[in-house]
């Protein structure tokens, strides 16, 4: 008997892994018109998938796609499909969840796909201890960032609060990054040169005691970001929202970025020029304390374990 895998829900019913696939003809594969979240499970339990989804559900009211569910019921499909995995998950291990949301196919070619017409909606759910795993090691090393000659997508032209899978300038960014040094991650700017943020995660700095967030008019404002900015204020470290340049970044005190799969990595240069020379930063450290305590685990020493860190 074939090993059992892991299941999908796919439109309304639950697949396996392999089988859970979409149209060639779906607007998400012709031309990126999909929305999406992820979100992860710390110790086995959602962490803000309330935040997630509402965020997901004004994507969709945004780009005029009806997934045909309510909130709570994405809610339950989502409980279903962490439940109908959870077996299958090492010890210690935590799932990170993907929905992805598209129209569908157009009617006209409806015909050719397996789900017909109708929006595609898809949750799935992947180990941590496969995420990324030349990442997990920065927590100890620090990232080196580089600022890029690809731009952010200015909102003039698409809100950066849709998180959509257009998402060629991060991919540019990342080659560009890469090319100066091996490694690293590329640190994004808008139109007029201040920074915005990774390719898929936010930016923050440590500046005279300040956290400092770029201006987010041209930013995905981040379910993790909203949590370190709270927890910021818990911690009496103040926050300001500012437009930040590399002037500023290279005169930091400290530097991070934070995203949901890893929460929060350090950052140790940027295009070369040494930040903190502790990694990660006493502030840095602090918020990951933090953080730590409000997902209920210790998420840095179990990203360690499951990849094997010392």
Known sequence: MAAETRVAYVSGEFRPETEATVSVYDLGVLYGQMVFEFSRTFGLKPFRMEHHLIRLFASMKYSGIDCGMTMEEMNDATNETLERNKHLLADGDDYGIWHNVSAGPMEFQAEASRDGFGPTVIISVWPISLTKPVQWKLYDTGINAIITAQRSVPARLIDPKVKNRSRMHYRMADLQAAK???????????????????????????????????????????????????????????????????????????????????????????????????????????????????????????????????
């Open 180 to 310: 100066v040094r091996e490694g690293a991650w590329a640190l994004l700017t808008d139109e007029d040169g201040f920074i915005t943020e990774g390719s898929g995660a936010n930016f923050m700095i440590v500046r005279d005691g300040e956290l400092v967030s770029p201006e987010p008019r041209n930013t995905l404002r981040g379910v993790t970001r909203g949590a370190i900015i709270e927890l910021a204020e818990s911690q009496g470290i103040p926050f300001v929202e500012d437009n930040i340049d590399a002037y500023d970044v290279y005169n930091a005190a400290e530097a991070f970025y934070c995203s949901t799969s890893f929460a929060i990595m350090p950052v140790i240069t940027v295009d070369g020029h040494q930040l903190s020379d502790a990694v990660p930063g006493p502030v840095t450290q602090r918020l990951t304390d933090a953080f730590a305590d409000d997902a209920g685990i210790d998420f840095v020493a179990q990203a360690k374990r499951l990849h094997g860190i010392a």
